[in-house]
């Protein structure tokens, strides 16, 4: 079984920052690549961006320049970094994660969410 746990949301102005962090632990045996997603209210979840296993990145265009998704795999731990916040930013942020178990089963793991909210 794996678990997959958020933290770091909150309440922030608008331009300030945040750094997000989602820790898997459990069965793990290998896990490759992290993915950031976030969905504010009303609206669909949607990709933010993602790590690969040997740390390429990649974002979508309304967040490129503003946030950095980082890994620290000794920590099973992915960080979402975000800077310059602007209120359209204000969602539940998840993450998820490709993990094979250690009974050989890969697959998605997703968290439960961290509530961020921009506004002054």
């Known amino acids: 079984q794996v678990h997959i746990v958020e933290s770091g949301g909150g309440l922030v102005q608008p331009g300030g920052s945040l750094n997000l962090s989602c820790a898997a632990s459990?069965?793990?045996?290998?896990?490759y690549a992290w993915a950031w997603h976030r969905q504010a209210a009303g609206n669909q979840r949607t990709v933010v961006?993602?790590?690969?296993?040997?740390?390429?990145?990649n974002y979508v265009p309304s967040v490129r320049g503003r946030v950095t998704i980082s890994r620290d795999d000794a920590k099973n731990t992915v960080y979402l970094q975000m800077n310059s916040l602007k209120p359209e930013d204000t969602a539940v942020y998840y993450c998820?994660?490709?993990?094979?178990?250690?009974?050989?089963?890969?697959?998605?793991?997703w968290g439960q969410g961290t509530h961020v909210t921009v506004s002054s």
């Open positions: 961006g993602h790590i690969t296993s040997d740390g390429s990145t």
């Open positions: 998820n994660a490709d993990i094979r178990t250690t009974d050989g089963i890969r697959r998605t793991y």
């Open positions: 459990g069965s793990i045996s290998t896990l």
